[in-house]
């Protein structure tokens, strides 16, 4: 990469950022409504505060809402500059610190269920493909398919009910088991891992179909092509063909899918953090969008475009490593 | 492909029956009984009177001070349990709490408060009438999120010496002490050095002269923990720990005995009736849906005629049965609910009547001169769009077939619940359907609600209760404005029943129906759970954690 690209990719990155920054701030604004005049319920028997309209006032002058709106924006890109993201009206604490709380397990269950998925994906994918037109690859891709088919929340609740309330395995919800204290890092990690389990479980087998029908699909693509023919004729193994030479070029789309689907996981996030009552990021978003708590949906918006830029980044340098073609 | 279509299907109704097993496995008869009231039901006499621990539903609702709970939630109740109040409420009205007697002047204007002697801080400091004043003071410059007064109906607080302490107002108001008795009362010698009490966050915050303290709190997890104050000056704390835990499904964390008490669905009330081991009653219906019309936009539905068909035509009973499964009350046309005190059983009913409902339109000049089944009067078709909340949608066609058999055409409009309640305050809508809680409250906001007389308290309430826009009714404003200003409980009471039936005949909205969820508890763990007498959640009540002895005994 000479300077000349890489300065054009800088600037691209910083416009990128600026737009994100401009739709994160704007856009919570122009839904109907304020965080202080809710005046009904989001589930039956909740309870909500009342407000009078003067205490309504008071709260709108605290955080600043009473502010010309370019003004409120020029303060947020000045605080933003120094690193302050702002306090959220409804938890009450710093947007930075419920980004803090919650995101790393947010990341958790996703990366681990990123990592599970695409790794099964692609041996099934591989076994499958190589086993094509017999009749262990129509079953795995029928009951895949099939499998793909159950919406994740359903799926959740389905292992709940096998793993929590059948078997009794696991425990029914949360991250950690509530007021413990641990003798150490490992039994920490432990209690950690069994509370993860099937959220990671839940969303990886979600993500599971997409990577080995592609996986698989891909490879048969590959397997007609002449280097897979001269691979043969140069007196290679059929495993070494097929893992060396097919999947490799198989992979890929693999890479760019996992890539993307990393900020897809989001959304799948929230559905399976609810079943689990797991205190992920896409549960506080989703709560932040119905009080309308604007400073926080800014923070989580602007750290999941951050995030997924860097993904987007980390698939080019990773595409490099797998195909020479692609670095200049 | 035809094979794995039938593979894909049969796999997917193993799933589906898997799921229905799981979810309702005792899924045999319906209940009638929902409609019986709150002494409904089960099996053993008296459970636990004490308790070391008891395990509730939890999740995070802020750190529990009056300034840094979430505005949503049962967040005020958490702050309840460690912060006292002037006065507190049992099942039939307040009681003595902080104070222990009050004097109101003949003029409505002032109120003295004589408080407990030897009541003291969870930090030992003693509590005094200071306290008092300086809550009030501090909190005219600091909003709490809940549990506040309204600042703007205060004139002064006045300490007369330590222990009396006395209000003054600027106009009477009927209902102070019912706001007292939720005005919860914070440390002078805490609070006087804290400019920002929205970031007050350590360990002296949550220091009240409460029944419990604070042991933990994880706002990460969503879990407290709450010990007994040993040091409390009122009656004894009959369960020792409390802790709230996260849950993902309440009923099966109930089943499995992660938590002690947790709400049920109707379809499954079969699996703990009649079973020694619980108890099982229905909550108050303090929680409801209501219909608002927009008169100010649409003048037809000024015709109190035609908001009368519209009460005629629309199915309340069967919103009850389809919608809530029998655990609802349908909604009185005089507002208050049939559990709420001061009800008053007489008023017009409108059960469900289609031919009332066809003849008042003919009568108000509503025929359907075009044949196309809705009804017109000079142009003008009486057909509107619903607004209401995504999850609300099925209420509305409900409403919609019933309306449509009157001839009024209905377009349900489902929007995201904040933008419903923005259209509501600004009047942009026509008609509309929201639902929220506080029917038990005392019977004052039937006079914030419906009257569009100013005054200073609740002049301008915006939450909750939002007042109607464009209606308006010369004999309810004058009854609301005697109302406010009535000092004898007794003599309110009979306005407030005049109100309801003023009300009823004149239809200012509808409500649809009121929920009365089915609580359920483990009788071996605690029995003590009672209803404030304005409030639906048990849970919520501070004398449910308590002995029921001296000021708190049961009523």
């Known amino acids: ?328 | 492909m035809k094979k794995s279509g039938i593979i894909i299907i049969v796999i997917a109704l193993i799933c589906l029956a898997v799921v229905l097993a799981g979810c309702t496995s005792q899924n045999s008869s319906q209940t009638t009984s929902a409609s019986t009231g709150s002494a409904a039901t089960s099996g053993a006499g008296q459970g636990a009177t004490q308790a070391e621990i008891v395990h509730l539903t939890g999740g995070d609702y802020g750190y529990p001070q009056p300034f840094t709970i979430y505005p949503r939630g049962p967040g005020s109740s958490k702050v309840g349990m460690i912060f006292d109040s002037l006065l507190e409420r049992d099942e039939k009205g307040i009681i003595p709490w902080l104070a222990e007697r009050w004097e109101i002047s003949a003029d409505g204007k002032e109120y003295t408060f004589y408080l407990r002697k030897g009541v003291k801080w969870q930090d030992d400091l003693p509590f005094t009438a200071n306290d008092v004043k300086f809550t009030t003071e501090y909190e005219m410059k600091n909003v709490p999120v809940s549990g506040g007064i309204e600042t703007e109906l205060i004139d002064s607080v006045k300490v007369i010496d330590d222990n009396t302490v006395k209000f003054i107002l600027k106009e009477p108001a009927s209902s102070f002490l019912y706001k007292i008795s939720s005005y919860r009362i914070i440390p002078e010698h805490i609070y006087r050095n804290v400019t920002d009490p929205a970031k007050f966050l350590n360990k002296s915050a949550v220091i009240g002269t409460g029944p419990y303290k604070l042991a933990e709190y994880n706002k990460e997890h969503g879990s407290y923990r709450y010990v007994a104050n040993e040091g409390f000056w009122g009656p004894r704390v009959a369960v020792k720990t409390v802790e709230f835990i996260p849950v993902s499904n309440e009923l099966i964390a109930f089943d499995q005995g992660e938590i002690d008490f947790s709400s049920v669905t109707p379809d499954i009330l079969d699996k703990y009736k009649d079973n020694p081991k619980y108890r099982l009653v229905q909550q108050p219906d303090f929680w409801g849906y209501e219909f608002y019309f927009n008169m100010k936009k649409y003048p037809e539905l000024k015709d109190v005629r035609v908001r009368q068909a519209f009460a005629y035509a629309i199915n309340r009973s069967e919103l009850v049965d389809k919608i809530q499964r029998g655990a609802g009350e349908p909604g009185n046309l005089g507002i208050l609910p049939d559990n709420h005190i001061w009800y008053n059983a007489d008023q017009p009913e409108y059960a469900w009547d289609l031919a009332k409902a066809k003849t008042l339109l003919d009568e108000a000049g509503w025929k359907d001169t075009d044949g196309d089944g809705i009804r017109d009067k000079d142009g003008k078709k009486l057909s509107y769009a619903l607004s209401l909340a995504s999850t609300e949608v099925r209420i509305g066609e409900l409403i919609k077939e019933r309306l449509k058999e009157a001839g009024i055409d209905i377009q349900v409009k489902a929007l995201e619940s904040k933008a419903r309640d923005t259209n509501l305050k600004k009047g942009d809508f026509e008609l509309l359907v929201s639902g929220f809680g506080g029917w038990g409250q005392d019977a004052d906001y039937l006079r914030t609600r419906y009257s569009d007389a100013k005054t200073l308290s609740g002049s301008n309430t915006v939450a909750a209760q939002a007042s109607v826009i464009g209606y308006h009714n010369d004999a309810f404003n004058s009854l609301a404005a005697s109302e406010v200003k009535e000092l004898d409980d007794a003599k309110r009471k009979q306005i407030v029943f005049e109100m309801q039936k003023v009300l009823a005949d004149d239809i200012p909205t509808i409500p649809l129906f009121y929920t009365k969820t089915w609580d359920v508890w483990t009788l071996p763990t605690y029995d003590g759970w009672m209803n404030m007498y304005d409030h639906h959640a048990r849970t919520h009540s501070k004398l449910s954690y308590l002995v029921r002895e001296g000021i708190a005994a049961k009523r």
């Open chain 1, 1 to 328: 990469m000479n300077e000349k690209t890489r300065n054009t990719l800088i600037i691209r990155f910083v416009i990128t950022l600026l737009v994100i920054l401009a739709i994160n701030f704007f856009l919570p604004r122009m839904m109907p409504g304020d965080p202080f005049s809710t005046t009904s319920s989001d589930v039956q028997g909740e309870d909500i505060v009342t407000m009078t309209e003067e205490q309504r006032q008071y709260f709108i002058s605290y955080y600043g809402m009473d502010l010309p709106l370019h003004e409120q924006f020029f303060r947020y890109l000045a605080n933003m500059a120094h690193g302050d993201f702002g306090q959220s009206i409804y938890y009450k604490i710093p947007v930075t610190s419920v980004i803090l709380i919650h995101l790393p397990w947010t990341i958790l269950i996703i990366f681990c269920a990123t990592a599970l998925s695409t790794a099964v994906g692609i041996i099934l994918g591989l076994i499958s493909a190589r086993n094509r037109k017999k009749r262990s690859d129509r079953v795995m891709m029928t009951g895949l398919i099939a499998f793909s088919e159950i919406p994740s929340f359903l799926l959740g609740i389905i292992l709940l009910l096998i793993f929590c309330v059948w078997l009794k395995l696991l425990p029914l919800a949360g991250a950690v088991t509530p007021f413990a204290h641990y003798a150490g890092v490992v039994d920490q990690a432990l209690d950690i891992a069994h509370h993860a389990f099937l959220p990671v479980l839940t969303l990886a087998l979600a993500q599971l179909t997409g990577v080995y029908l592609l996986t698989r699909n891909t490879l048969i693509t590959v397997s007609s092509k002449d280097y897979i023919r001269t691979a043969y004729a140069k007196g290679l193994g059929e495993r070494i063909v097929w893992t060396r030479h097919a999947l490799r070029n198989a992979l890929l789309p693999v890479v760019t899918r996992t890539g993307f689907m990393i900020g897809l996981m989001m959304g799948g996030a929230v559905l399976v953090e609810t079943v689990f009552s797991y205190p992920g990021i896409g549960l506080t978003l989703r709560s932040a969008v119905v009080n309308r708590d604007y400073a926080l949906i800014q923070g989580i918006l602007l750290v999941t475009a951050v995030s997924i830029l860097l993904c987007n980044l980390l698939v080019d340098q990773v595409y490099r490593k797998l195909d020479p073609r692609v670095s200049d």
